[in-house]
């Protein structure tokens, strides 16, 4: 072990993040403006630690100001959240704006100029209206294509001269693979065709999104924050590889390509193909998508992915799942964030940015969110009532190095992102593993309270060098 520092450019992003669903609570919302997240709550609250979900979530939408506030004090200097398309129209088909609600917007966006705070907005983090998911089938429907450029015009009217960084989807690939993939989630139907005409309507609604943004002349940038997993085959064998390369094909590169190449790779679209995978898309679609690529990316990184080979026969019965290809493997080992079940293993960051930056032309991204959750918190309280999250110090410190080192090797890394500002709802986990750089004291009228970590936090801002100790073998 040895103490090193790193400097921190000044331009560099120190921000945190956090999604409208995680945070807003149901206060103000009015009847018909579910999101699909409340109508899995409403559905299958028994999966929802301890009851908790998006109905009181943090209150955000009656604390704003306070939280702003805090995140002041916590020096951050850019802060990414959404909005919830399910409540920003009382007329989803005809565009027509929540006007309560939009105020909310509003206020809490000027609340942050105000403060010398960027906001960074998200137009969905999974708050589909429920809506479009009971009338159409959610995004298999190329109609909800149409509906979220509408409602992405009507946010940029409002907002454009007041946010100039725009990201389509918060993890586009997340909840059709939790359905229709892995079938774990309310309404638990398996169905791989559906899973990839959720993908791809995805990324023809941020092609279209950019081209309007571009179109109208608006200043500023239009993205998306993926969250690409970095995976690492077991072995240096044939077969390992090639599990790695199948299942980065599947889960990665299905949203990398077309938003930053402008085209799905050949074979991701031949094994669709192969295995009976029917989608719906056009030459017209395809031409959009390569015609209009993102500006930049914010990525999404928790934990290394492993994969091998498999080992097992395939149930032939069992519909077509890319997990034909590969198995998950747990490196004998490994250092564990033992709450979340996720294996530590800052390195990812250096990976995926010399990734971008060799396969991604080097497009501007930044790290949108890193984190650690942890269950229990309270057990590390000082005798002042304060959270002494050292652990959460140590992870964001080993992150963050490895993305400056990756920004003095070339990336073109804008900033770090923590996950997330205040403790949040998790979909399932709800309150369980707790991420923030301030404590929701749920006993307590959902109190905030800033831990150990925000002050430190702060001090990041304010100093622009990153001090940690950090074990020889590491770069
Ligand atoms: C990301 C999501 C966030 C957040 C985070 C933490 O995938 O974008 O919304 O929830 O993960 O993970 P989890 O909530 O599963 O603990």
Known sequence: MSQKSITIPQD????????????????GKKEGQDSYMDIWYKNDRHVWHEGYGPAVATDLYNRYREEVALMKQAGLTHYRTSI????????????????????????????????GIEPMICLEHYELPAYLFENYGGWASKKVVELFALYAEKVFERYHHKVSRWFTFNEPIVVQTRVYLDALRWPYEQNTSTWMQWNHHKNLATAKVVK????KGYTGSVGAILNPEVTYPRSSAPHDVKAAEIYDLFYNRVFLDPMVHGRYPQ???ALLEQHGVQWDYSADELALIRDNTVDELG???????????PSRAWNPQTPFHPAYYYEPFELPGRRMNKSRGWEIYPRIIYDMAMRIKNDYRNIPWFIAESGMGIENEGQFRNAEGVIQDDYRIGFISEHLYQTLLAREAGANCQGYMLWAFTDN???????KNRYGLIEIDLQNNRARRAKKSAGWYRALRETRTLTLNIDDDWK
């Open 12 to 27: 560099f992003i120190l921000g945190a993040a956090s999604s409208a669903w995680q945070t807003e609570g149901w206060s």
């Open 299 to 309: 990525i999404n990184l928790y934990y290394p992915h492993r994969v091998k080979a």
């Open 84 to 115: 919830n398309w399910s409540r920003f129209f009382t007329d989803y088909e005809k565009g027509v704006v929540d006007e309560e609600y939009a105020r909310y917007y509003d206020n809490f966006i000027d609340e942050m100029l105000a403060a």
């Open 425 to 431: 709802v998790s979909p399932m986990n709800a309150f």
């Open 267 to 269: 074979a991701l679209v």
């Open 212 to 215: 309007l943004f571009r179109e």
